[in-house]
């Protein structure tokens, strides 16, 4: 159902923590893709997010997104505002986020809010208590993030991710292992659940120069290049990449390990990186924007997504679309992307001799890799652009709108 079918849609408001330029992982890009195609499709779509420094307290963005900043880092003309741990920073967010909501809700009133993750459940919940019909996306869960709840903060946290899915008329997740992580750990009808994959705009990572170009740009010799992109955090398994490196080395001695992205684990991944021997061949890229990983796409041999957890693995999708071998782990949301030999090579989260068979299958079989690249290319076409998902998420909101009415 699109936004023309669909009358009793027009004006949409959003609850994300982080929205561009603010972005910490991948939730920030898919509400920015969700949020500009809507409006592609006729909507009037705002967005509540958090302050980021340079950025404006509100903007009509380029996508013709209304963008709304709470104020979380400063007070009063400017002065410092300083928050004592994470959580109470959350809170003051929420409340930031409900004082915009109900300003604009008031002026002019939204059709439906739609809620991303914990961090904004607070300020969701209230809304929903004044008439807005409340949907939510869990994107990943505190449990399945750390196999398990350990600490009070976790378990605060865990709390706040089953108000927000108790409260809401329908729940969003984005893969078949979301779908049971959230079913079975917080005891949900599944008929609350849908399942809506993220996407990718297929063509927005293409880059016009040459690899050979693009290769003395960034300094990187002629060899294989071995491209990881994500947060440097223990559950994307850089460490298992690193581990692997020497085996694929000495099939490969001129292989190029490039890893963009940056995290808590870096300096873990460095030091790793200086015990195998490895820094003549690993390259620390830092943060990649949209422009360098049009680059970094054009000049990789293998896409290399290691991830020990994963709830959906939007990376993947990128470099299916960008025409880049992808070798992935079995764990969580990638199974439902990568179709093993099709599309994509299938290895065992956190063995590292599983990755190493997975890595020399694409360098050591060209038609091999060929035929998977042409293949992703194609099932992203057919199933994973952003306006084919936005089409489902609008009649998803049909769905919660109608059971609101009943």
């Known amino acids: 159902m699109t936004a023309k079918r669909n009358q009793r849609i027009n004006r949409i408001l959003m609850l994300s923590w982080e929205y561009p330029p603010r972005l910490i992982g991948g939730l920030g890009r898919v509400v920015c893709a969700l949020a500009r195609e809507m409006v592609a499709q006729g909507l009037e779509v705002h967005v509540i997010t958090a302050d980021h420094p340079g950025a404006e307290e509100y903007e009509l963005d380029e996508g013709g997104v209304h963008v709304h900043r709470v104020k979380t880092q400063t007070g009063p003309a400017g002065t410092e505002w300083p928050t004592p741990n994470f959580i109470a920073w959350d809170a003051r ?227 299916m679309a960008a025409r880049v071998a992808v070798v992935t782990s079995d764990a969580g949301g990638l199974k439902d992307i990568v179709e093993h030999t099709t599309d994509g090579i299938t290895t065992f989260a956190g063995d590292q001799n599983s990755l190493t068979w997975g890595i020399l299958q694409v360098l050591d079989n060209p038609d091999l890799a060929r035929n998977i690249k042409e293949a992703a290319r194609q099932k992203v076409l057919s199933q994973f652009t952003w306006t084919k998902i936005t089409e489902r998420t609008l009649e998803f909101y049909a769905a919660a709108l109608s059971q609101t009415a009943e």
Request: proline share 4%.
């Open 93 to 319: 967010l929420n409340f930031g986020m409900l004082q915009y909501a109900l300003k604009l809700h008031s002026e002019k009133p939204f059709d439906i809010v739609h809620a991303h993750d914990w961090l904004v459940a607070d300020a969701a919940w209230v809304l929903k208590s004044v008439g807005l019909p409340l949907v939510s996306t869990i994107h990943a869960t505190e449990f399945g993030r750390n196999h398990g709840i350990f600490s009070d903060d976790s378990r605060y946290i865990d709390t706040v991710e089953w108000r927000l899915i108790y409260e809401s008329r329908l729940v969003i997740v984005n893969s078949s292992h979301m779908f049971d992580e959230v079913v079975d750990h917080f005891v949900v009808p599944k008929e609350k659940v849908i399942t809506i994959p993220n996407g990718v705009f297929p063509d927005k990572l293409q880059c016009g120069l040459s690899s050979e170009v693009l290769r003395a740009k960034h300094g990187i010799g002629e060899g294989p290049v071995l491209l990881f992109v994500g947060r440097l955090v223990r559950e994307k398994g850089v460490q298992v990449l690193l581990e692997a490196a020497p085996d694929i080395l000495e099939r490969h001695p001129g292989a190029n390990i490039v890893i963009a992205g940056a995290g808590y684990y870096e300096e873990e991944l460095r030091a790793l990186t200086n015990a195998k021997g490895l820094c003549e061949r690993v390259k620390f890229f830092g943060l990649a924007n949209d422009a360098d990983l049009s680059e970094l796409y054009t000049i990789a041999d293998v896409l290399v997504v290691p991830s020990l957890y994963e709830p959906f693995g939007i990376v993947a999708l990128e470099g």
